[in-house]
């Protein structure tokens, strides 16, 4: 089972960079697509970017193409999200996911694909 810890999260102004790690503990952690969600303040959780084992493929939310980086070291058991020319409207909780997969090019979507969650980490951007 794979545990996974959140950081890297805090209050920024806009335009600036942030970059979140997600560390995980157990076995075999480059069997696991990995993913980033984050929740607004009211609002349901939604997709962020996403990473096959592998790191060869990943995808964005329209809302981060361009602006976010989503990135992985096996050896270290830990994924990032690099996020530029932050906005106001990037403001939620940001959250790492994690599911076990059998081909190096898979990678997911939906926060229902996932089986392993983070406790979450704030980032706040102020204009």
Known sequence: QVQLAESGGGLVQ??????LSCAASGPTFSYYAMGWFRQAPGKEREFVATI??????????????????????????????????????DTAVYYCAARKVYTSSSYYLGEYDYNYWGQGTQVTVSS
């Not at 806009?14 to 970059?19: F, M």
């Not at 809302?63 to 409207?89: C, H, W």
Request: hydrophobic residues 25%.
């Open 52 to 89: 096959s084992w592998s790191g060869s493929s990943t995808y964005y939310a329209d809302s981060g193409k361009g602006r976010f980086t989503i990135s992985r070291d096996n050896a270290k058991n830990t994924v990032y999200l690099e996020m530029n020319s932050l906005k106001p409207e």
């Open 14 to 19: 806009a335009g600036v960079s942030l970059s």
